[in-house]
């Protein structure tokens, strides 16, 4: 039986039970859990490079249990804009968050909760926001206050019924804390009495109250701490849950708890930091694990599993890894987006490896296409549903995937890549399926074919630009 048979045998439901369908008849959708990390590099994970030294058992259970897609890209190579392709299903380029800490998520984009209201679903989004700030009032994060007003966009502005966010980074140990004149990369976790100052980055409720209690300690777990009883209250009543659970690890500064740098003493302060981070957050998607187990709902939850962007710094002097792949962070070359991609659904999705090109914009056509759900209008979503090809029915994307960031641009048609550094100024070529670390340019000697390529990127920009200006709305 195909990957996907019982899912689909499920979207035809409850009209239309058949003994063979896992699903009581008490249950009509499933729950769905969007996990992403930040800055997680493609080769940090041992289920990708398992030369890895970072401890992630759950982590690595998940892609063992699931789909690992080997060619999982993040729309782009910073944190804001792949998160807006997550809830839209369309390049940032189409609503105007271009980079991080730029612009925010416009109220007339369609998200992924609001098209799941009509099928009662509670929507709850916890850990880092980045799609907008969340005061208008004090000074916060990197934009929120006074200064920033005109990109006030909160979770509740765009169908979460629950949240608790903070606009951008944190310290991922003790995160309104840090050391006096600190590193920006990484420290180790203060004691109790160590003289600190506050970091300036706050977190905030569905209320846009600032939060005060239970703000010390590992900050995966902090937010966990939150995702959870939201769960458990939907549960309560009834309702299935989509729940966007988005980590503020590992990107710095890097803190960790003793107990979580033990394995790793031996390496320096960012290193060790580093790596203890990563552990530590695993750890926390070992226990939602555990708690769906427990709750006897996992077999009725799937969990999409990814990173926003490649790794940060410099190879070589950063502990983040991106293994063989070109660039990192901030770059289109596939170290800066290609990120590990995992998706698991308890005897729904069998264990496979996936080669085929996926993005993060694909996610939201995937769960409605999984639901059954019209999409509302005519507008141009990037991505698509994954579901054909994760059911067998397809074994191409048959869909380009385009890049716009800063002055890069980038093309995938399947297993070739357009690549420009220069705003189209200059070209480059390269057959990912042979040469996945892009090495050799083979530009010069298929000249008509990048010629064809790039007319259809350019058509796609111009189809970006029309959206920005409002012609989606």
Known sequence: MHQLTKLILFVVITSCMTA????????????????????????????????????????NQMAKEGIRFTRFYSAAPVCSPTRGSCLTGRHPYRYGVYFANSGHLPTNEITIPELLKPLRYQSGHFGKWHLGTLTKTVKDANRGGPNGAKHFSTPSMHGFDDSFVTESKVPTFDPLRSPIKASKNAWNALIKDEPSEFYGTRFWNHQLQQVQDNLDGDTSRIVMDRAIPFMEQ?????????????????????????????????????????????TAMDEQVGRLRQFLNEMQIEKDT????????????DAGKAPGSAIHLRGRKRSLYEGGVRVPGILVWPEHLESTSMPTPCVTSDILPSIIDLLDISYPDSRDLDGISLLPIINGEKTQRDSPIGFQ???????????????????????????LEKDPSESTNIAIKNQQLVSKMKTRLMNWIKSCQASDQGQDY
Request: proline share 7%; aromatic share 14%; with cysteine.
């Open 405 to 431: 960031s800063s002055k890069q641009l980038a093309w995938h048609e399947e297993n070739l890549k357009l690549y420009s550094p220069d705003q189209g100024k200059t070209w480059e070529l390269y057959d």
């Open 234 to 278: 939907a549960i309560s009543v009834g309702q299935p849950f989509f729940a966007t659970i988005w980590f503020h690890a590992p990107h710095l500064p890097v803190v960790a708890s003793p107990k979580h740098t033990k394995a790793y003493k031996e390496y320096g302060t960012y290193d060790k930091n580093y790596f203890g981070c990563i």
């Open 302 to 313: 799937m969990i999409w599993f990814c990173s926003d962007n490649g790794p940060e710094g």
């Open 20 to 59: 063979s369908n896992l699903y009581s008849e008490t249950i009509s959708s499933p729950n769905i859990i969007l996990i992403m990390c930040d800055d997680l590099g493609y080769g940090d994970l041992q289920c990708y490079n398992p030369k890895s030294i970072i401890q992630t058992p759950h982590i």
